[in-house]
C-alpha cells in the first residue's frame, strides 16, 4: 500500500449522523491513528484521533455539528479544518481527505496542508 493512495476504512453505514470511530494508523497506512467522524450532515471528517492538548482520543468525544469535543478536558474541534475552537487546547489536530465512493469511507492517509 502507497502511504498516498486512498484506503478504504469504513462501510457508510457504520457511523451514525454524530458520530465517531478511531482507525487505527496500522489499518490504513498513516503515521497517527485516525478518528473518523461523520458530521450532523451526513458529511464524513478525519482527523488525528489525539486532542492536541491532552493526548485524549477524540473518536471518543461528541460530535454536533461540525465540531468534536473532547471528552477529557472539553476541548473543541472544527472537522473542516482542525482549528481549536474551545480551549483548553489551542493547537489545531491534523486533518486528512476523506470521500465516499458508493457504500464505502476511502482515507488518504497524508495530512491536508494546515489551513491559516
Same mark, same amino acid.
Given at each position: 500500500?502507497?502511504?498516498?493512495?486512498?484506503?478504504?476504512?469504513? *462501510?457508510?453505514?457504520?457511523? %451514525?449522523? %454524530?458520530? &465517531?470511530? !478511531?482507525?487505527? #494508523?496500522? !489499518? $490504513?497506512?498513516?503515521?497517527?491513528?485516525? &478518528?473518523?467522524? @461523520? #458530521?450532523?450532515?451526513?458529511?464524513?471528517? #478525519?482527523?488525528s484521533d489525539l486532542c492536541t492538548h491532552a493526548e485524549v482520543s477524540l473518536s471518543e468525544g461528541f460530535v454536533e455539528g461540525s465540531l468534536i469535543e $473532547?471528552?477529557?478536558?472539553?476541548? *473543541?474541534? $472544527?472537522? !473542516? /479544518?482542525?482549528?481549536?475552537?474551545?480551549?483548553?487546547? /489551542? +493547537?489545531?489536530? @491534523?486533518?486528512?481527505?476523506? %470521500?465516499? !465512493?458508493?457504500? *464505502? +469511507?476511502?482515507?488518504?492517509? +497524508?495530512? /491536508?496542508?494546515?489551513?491559516?
Amino acid at each position: 500500500m502507497s502511504v498516498s493512495e486512498p484506503v478504504a476504512v469504513a *462501510q457508510v453505514n457504520e457511523l %451514525e449522523p %454524530e458520530s &465517531a470511530i !478511531r482507525i487505527p #494508523a496500522d !489499518r $490504513c497506512g498513516a503515521t497517527e491513528d485516525i &478518528a473518523l467522524v @461523520r #458530521a450532523e450532515d451526513g458529511t464524513f471528517y #478525519a482527523i488525528s484521533d489525539l486532542c492536541t492538548h491532552a493526548e485524549v482520543s477524540l473518536s471518543e468525544g461528541f460530535v454536533e455539528g461540525s465540531l468534536i469535543e $473532547c471528552p477529557g478536558h472539553g476541548s *473543541q474541534f $472544527c472537522l !473542516r /479544518n482542525g482549528h481549536p475552537q474551545m480551549p483548553p487546547a /489551542n +493547537v489545531p489536530v @491534523r486533518t486528512y481527505p476523506v %470521500e465516499v !465512493r458508493g457504500d *464505502q +469511507v476511502w482515507l488518504t492517509p +497524508v495530512p /491536508n496542508p494546515v489551513e491559516p
